[in-house]
């Protein structure tokens, strides 16, 4: 999280049911913006710290435990989201408000997905595109769930 208007985030993650929300540091749960943004939610989130110069290694563990690192980036390869469908073990690596994914972190991403855009300016804000894409797992992930609930009490 580097700007004011991720600091929703949290709140997101928590009402959408996230297992959890991975900062570059603990230190914003002290900030005022933080706390009037998140309204509480960092009580029920599980929250880690992750450097971002540890990330690589982050993304390399999460793999090996079985998670399909998805990148939310505009790229020549990003998948549309309206056509992707969200393994359970997703992770949702968001980039940079300025600069977007690091290249580094970009090639260790197993896939990207861009939220296909109409208007002239070029990007969403990183709070943005991380709710859509909670959204679109939350539908899809909400909708199996409960097929399989009907399924099992019929
Ligand atoms: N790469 C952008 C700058 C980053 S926008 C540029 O060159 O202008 C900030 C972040 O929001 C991105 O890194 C990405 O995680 C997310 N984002 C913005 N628009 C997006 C879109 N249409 N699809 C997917 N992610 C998007």
Redesign the pocket.
Known sequence: MHTQLNLGLCRTCEIFGASGLVLDSLHHLSDKHFQSLSVSSELWLPLLEVKPAELADFLQLKKSEGYCIV????TAN?QN?QDFRFPERTLL?????????PANLLQMLDVC?????QGII?????H???AL?IWEYTRQHLVTRSNKVDSQSS
Do not use: K
């Open positions: 990148g939310v980036e505009q990003s989201l690596l968001l980039g940079n408000e300025r600069e977007g994914i997905v861009e939220i296909p855009q070029r990007s969403l804000n990183v943005v595109s991380a894409l």
